[in-house]
């Protein structure tokens, strides 16, 4: 990883934004107020996934072999080098596509930018980063649009392409089913440690390893034994994303409250620090978290943390969850045990 860079004639880019990576999100709670006076969309016999669920993207049945999937995810700077955001705004969308078991085939860029404060090669190099991401991934960044904004903004439209009959959503999970996740957890807090000047050469490597690591695993999951559902883990941190597919499952969703982190993670957030999204988060769904009790709250915060970029959760049939590590492993992803899926209302039970 180079070398962040930076010029003393520009601002820090997260000097920007008031928040920055998924940590942007609107709070699940007032996004779902926000939706409610939404009309129901009328019936259409192609859309497969729509706005019903709070699934990674919308599938739309082409044909007999072929869905589109199609998404957009954008946010402000969770790093100051502008390739770097670049990077990360693109891998963070096209992961989206992977999660509903999509192939990804183009993007297009969505770009607002304070254009009188930074200067054209720096915005110019955000989108470098971007299509550098789409080039790994095999595919082009065919167009876009920009705005003039008060605020850095950048992120992609993604497509894809999966068979009809092998779309992964989170609403899938069976009782029964152990949890994998294919990313420690712990960006949010890095990404907070760097506004805050406290994360140091090791923990900025850390942080852009694991935020541009593509999810490419999603695009091998369909037709793999016992998969049954998939998302991506990142705003609402790996408690949301979990009650997500419990509320899908209408099932009971357990995590560990020791799931893998990220390192250099449990001596920041010991210390105390904390993205404002993950106590938002918390505030959102935590009424239906079951704790157990002596909980240390800085294991609650890690898994309420927002994950910009983060691993992709998967459901799968625990006599299968071996075989698919192994799988993973092939495909160079160490995917972790983090739960299971068991009877019971939907909700998240976090056990030690």
Not at 4 to 14: G, I
């Amino acid at each position: 990883m180079t070398a962040p860079e930076s010029s003393p004639d520009e601002p820090r880019l997260t000097s920007l934004a008031h928040g920055g990576g998924c940590g942007c999100k609107i709070a699940p709670a007032v996004l779902q107020d926000i939706l409610k006076g939404m009309p129901q969309a009328a019936p259409f016999a192609n859309l497969m996934v729509g706005t019903e669920t709070s699934d990674d993207a919308a599938v739309w049945r082409l044909n007999d072999e072929q869905a589109l999937v199609a998404t957009t995810d954008f946010f402000m700077p969770v790093v100051d080098d502008p390739f770097h955001f670049g990077q990360i705004a693109a891998t963070n969308a096209l992961s989206d596509v992977y999660a509903m078991g999509g192939m990804p085939i183009l993007a297009l860029a969505l770009v607002g930018m304070p254009v009188n404060v930074l200067s054209t090669r720096t915005i110019g190099r955000i989108l470098q980063g971007g299509a550098s991401v789409c080039t790994a991934a095999g595919i082009p960044v065919a167009g876009g649009h920009s705005i003039d904004s008060v605020e850095p903004i950048y992120g992609l439209v993604a497509l894809g392409l999966v068979h009809p009959d092998q779309v992964l959503t989170n609403r899938g999970a069976r009782p029964g089913d152990a949890l994998l996740l294919t990313k420690p957890l712990g960006v949010g807090v890095l990404s907070a440690a760097f506004k805050q000047e406290r994360l140091g050469k090791d923990g900025y490597r850390t942080l852009m390893a694991s935020t541009t690591r593509l999810n490419a695993l999603g695009a091998r999951l369909p037709g793999r034994p016992g998969v049954h559902a998939v998302t991506d883990v990142t705003g609402f941190g790996l408690a949301g994303h979990a009650l997500e597919m419990a509320q899908g499952a209408q099932a009971t969703v357990e995590i560990t409250a020791d799931p893998p982190m990220l390192s250099g993670v449990r001596d920041l957030l010991e210390a105390g620090v904390r993205t404002g999204a993950s106590g938002r988060n918390w505030a959102s769904y935590g009424e239906a978290v079951d704790l157990p009790d002596g909980l240390e709250p800085w294991r609650r915060d890690l898994l309420t943390d927002p994950q910009t970029s983060g691993g992709l959760l998967i459901a799968v049939a625990g006599a299968e969850a071996s075989a698919l590590r192994d799988f993973a492993r092939t495909e160079g992803f160490d995917t972790r045990v983090v739960g299971r899926v068991v009877e019971g209302p939907a909700r998240v039970r976090v056990t030690r």
